[in-house]
């Protein structure tokens, strides 16, 4: 199994009685994901591909019914296991969105062409999402908006940005 085919989506947490039930934690919209999927990958050192019988909703956690997961010892073994997807399964988004995990890693550089940084993570914030660059150790706040993300080129691996008055302090760029 090739590492690019996956995108975690949680963890495991901790069994969940006595009957091979897990708690889990989910990032983001993951139940939905979760969904979209026939199989996940799970594991720590080792990962397998395993079938979801059930999830359901349990306070901050979801509750798992694995296949072939059937103990609480069997659930014991896999606390701390990421729970990973097929990207594949993912659905296609509309032009001009992308997921956070196409965009991490990209170059990002001014429409003159100057270097801005690496793109390194990403946050929501009230009203869009915030790209973090990094260079040199130091870091710049973009917000990912239309009016100052112009181009987004996943397969050169760049995004070009038209930089807002004000938004580089002296000498970052």
Do not use: C
């Not at 999927?37 to 999830?55: F, L, Q, T």
Request: charged letters at 30%; a neutral charge; zero cysteines.
């Amino acid at each position: 199994m090739v590492e690019e085919e996956f995108l975690e989506i949680g963890k495991v947490v901790k069994p969940h009685g006595v009957k091979g039930k897990v708690a889990v934690v989910l990032y983001g919209d993951s139940a939905e994901t979760l969904q979209l999927s026939p199989n996940i990958v799970i594991g720590k050192e080792e990962r397998r591909k395993v079938k979801v019988v059930g999830a359901s909703r349990h306070k901050k956690t979801y509750i798992m019914s694995l296949a072939g997961i059937d103990s609480f010892e069997d659930a014991q073994k896999l606390s701390g296991s990421e729970i990973l997807i097929f990207k594949k399964y993912l659905p296609r988004l509309p032009e001009g969105e992308y997921y956070w995990f196409d965009l991490i890693g990209l170059r990002v550089e001014t429409e003159k062409g100057r270097f801005v940084g690496k793109l390194s993570r990403i946050f929501s914030a009230a009203g869009n999402d915030v790209y973090v660059v990094r260079k040199e150790g130091r870091e710049v706040l973009i917000p990912a908006t239309h009016e100052v993300v112009r181009n987004v080129d996943l397969e050169n691996g760049t995004m070009v940005i038209y930089p807002l008055e004000g938004l580089f302090d002296d000498g970052f760029l």
